[in-house]
């Protein structure tokens, strides 16, 4: 079976059949077959006949999916392969000091450095910034897109 799972909503795909959470308890559901360090439980979902529970590895990162019947007996273990985080195309997208200046100074703390900050505005005004630190940044700008819905362009 080819589970996949999104995890910005949290939904199961079981084949072609989409299973939302019905809990985001975490619990620690066995160890990682890859490094075998524990898993912690993402979500729960139920199908007609089986229950899943989807779980990360919080040392590796692997993910999975156990499956269970509906007497909570424990079937099978799968590996688990993310959707794609869609950047939509929607997000506004900000690439000028206009724009930087207009986000909050608390997102943008909440992702990035100080210094990393610096370089970006350093870049928005034409400067030059550190490029170690606005290298640094630019990794962290879907990780931004995604709880924000902004899109940096720097
Ligand atoms: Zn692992």
């Excluded at 989409?18 to 066995?30: F, H, R, T």
């Excluded at 959707?83 to 992702?111: C, E, Q, R």
Aim: with cysteine; net charge negative; proline share 4%.
């Amino acid at each position: 079976m080819n589970y996949r799972y999104d995890l910005q909503n949290n939904i199961l795909f079981n084949g072609e059949c989409e299973l939302p959470a019905y809990s985001l308890e975490i619990n620690e559901i066995g160890t990682c077959s890859i490094c075998d360090s524990s898993l912690l439980s993402l979500s729960y979902h139920i199908s007609e006949e089986h229950i899943f529970i989807t779980t990360k590895c919080i040392s590796c990162g692997a993910f999975y999916v156990n499956s269970y019947g509906s007497d909570w007996a424990w079937l099978d273990e799968a590996p688990l392969s993310l959707v794609p985080i869609s950047i939509s195309l929607s997000n506004p997208t900000i690439n000028d000091l206009n724009g930087l200046k207009t986000i909050s100074i608390n997102k943008l703390n909440a992702i990035f450095s100080p210094g990393e900050i610096e370089a970006l505005f350093s870049r928005a005004r034409a400067e030059t910034p550190i490029r170690q630190y606005l290298y640094r940044a630019r990794k962290k700008y879907d990780l931004f897109e995604e709880l924000f819905e902004i899109r940096l362009e720097f």
